[in-house]
């Protein structure tokens, strides 16, 4: 770790007279920091961020523009209550709209080819219970998302695609895909624009609420002095804040090269969600199986875990691709931020600090209106 002290040069030009903080530059952070500009562009707002680039979730998801496949929603309706989970697909479906509008649709590759929920042999129970529920739901979320037909079942579509062992399809078809990459580097570009100053490779390591301020100390080990601070750093809220209810989950994903006349397009969900994937490129993404080792998994380290890699290969090569070779070119993992609910924390924590964290599998959808929600508390 690199330590100094700021010169007098550094102090008084690059870090003097910021009116916000805002701690991790992911969707969330960006988002609150964009949004603090618009509710008032006198504001001088910085973004402090640990990494060379975001290093979290953001620019490491699979990007699916998703808000709901049906075995996802009935696990999370026995779970948490209808209520709750309707008021988060409505948060999910707004957010989308609204990154939609904030990044423009050509800017992140935004097409809607839908999401589709595959149930294989063994899995007739839970297909039928969708399949029954197919009307309900398009009547409840078609509401929120204007699609009355949203939720169908296709299989029909499944020798187009070719996998392997899968019985049912059934699609949600308003759902959409983002390419990751553009969407963060265009989310970057307009913070910059708007006069949004991101400083990369500060991570701070301790805060402290006091009456002159809010007093951040950096891992160099110097400390800047902010009046109010916003902390979206996700799954890696502990370090600050040791007692907020989130926990790293860390996920495996694969790239496989390009696939020849690929014919798969769309969002997948296998195995009521554990396992994930879509086109890219002419390539597949994939990831997930946290399942198999959630105990190993339960952290905010990156690096590999060989058990889930040699499942989803597993997976790539007897399900997904059966029918021709196919090769993996890179993996690498992201770190999401979970808790006993399934819903963002976004509240202050004292007079000069909100948090705005814990956005699961859903922050492509949500982020944007998660950092909103985060700026409009802090100017309370
Ligand atoms: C593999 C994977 C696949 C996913 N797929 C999808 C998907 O398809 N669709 C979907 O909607 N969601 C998906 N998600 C979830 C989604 O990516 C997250 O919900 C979202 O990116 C969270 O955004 P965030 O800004 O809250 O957090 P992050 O993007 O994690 O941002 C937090 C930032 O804070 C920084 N930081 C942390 N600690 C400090 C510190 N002490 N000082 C300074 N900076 C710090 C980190 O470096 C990081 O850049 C996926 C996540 C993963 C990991």
Redesign the pocket.
């Known amino acids: 770790m690199l330590r100094y002290n700021l010169s007098y040069w550094e102090r008084e030009t690059f870090f003097k007279d910021f009116d916000v903080a805002v ?7 960006l988002a609150a920091a964009m949004h603090l500009k618009t509710l008032d562009p006198r504001l001088n707002v910085a973004v ?4 060379v680039l ?13 808000f709901g496949s049906m075995t996802e929603l009935l696990d999370d309706i026995a779970q948490f209550g209808e209520d709750q989970v309707l008021t988060v697909v409505e948060k999910r479906w707004r957010g989308l709209q609204r990154l939609r509008a904030l990044v423009g649709d050509a800017n992140m590759d935004f097409q809607q080819l839908g999401g589709y929920e595959m149930f294989t042999d063994d899995e007739e129970d839970v297909f039928q219970q969708c399949l029954e529920r197919i009307p309900e739901f398009n009547h409840k979320i078609g509401a929120i998302t204007q699609h009355p037909e949203g939720y169908k079942l296709v299989d029909d579509r499944l020798p187009d695609f070719g996998f392997r062992g899968v019985r049912h399809l059934i699609l949600n078809q308003p759902e959409g895909q983002v390419h990751t990459g553009k969407m963060m580097s265009t989310l970057l570009r307009i913070a910059e624009s708007q006069g949004i100053k991101i400083f990369n490779g ?4 301790r805060m402290e609420d006091t009456s002159q301020g809010v007093e951040l100390e950096t891992d160099a080990g110097w400390t800047l002095r902010v009046p109010r601070i916003l902390i ?5 809220v502990k ?2 804040l040791p007692g907020t209810d989130v926990i790293p989950a860390r ?1 495996q ?1 694969l790239i496989t090269h390009p696939i020849p006349g690929l014919s798969i397009e769309g ?1 997948f969900h296998y195995d009521r969600g554990y396992y ?1 994937f879509r086109n890219i490129d002419g390539r597949i993404l994939l ?1 997930g199986g946290r399942h198999l080792d959630n105990a190993s998994e339960q952290t905010a380290e990156f690096g590999p875990n060989e058990l889930i890699r040699s499942a989803l290969v597993q997976l790539l090569r007897t399900v997904v691709c059966p029918a021709r070779p196919v090769e993996v070119d890179a993996w690498w ?5 979970l808790g006993s609910v399934k819903k963002p924390i976004v509240e202050r924590y004292s007079d000069n600090v909100v948090i ?2 814990r ?9 944007t209106l ?1 950092g909103q929600e985060g700026a409009e508390l802090l100017l309370k």
């Open positions: 701690i991790g530059s992911g969707i969330v952070g402090l961020e640990r990494g975001p290093a979290g979730a953001s620019t490491r998801n699979a990007g699916f523009a998703c500060i991570a701070i390591r979206a750093v996700n799954a890696f370090t600050l996920n994903v969002c994930y990831g993992t992201g770190i999401l931020g705005a964290v956005l699961s599998g859903m922050g492509v959808a949500i982020g998660i």
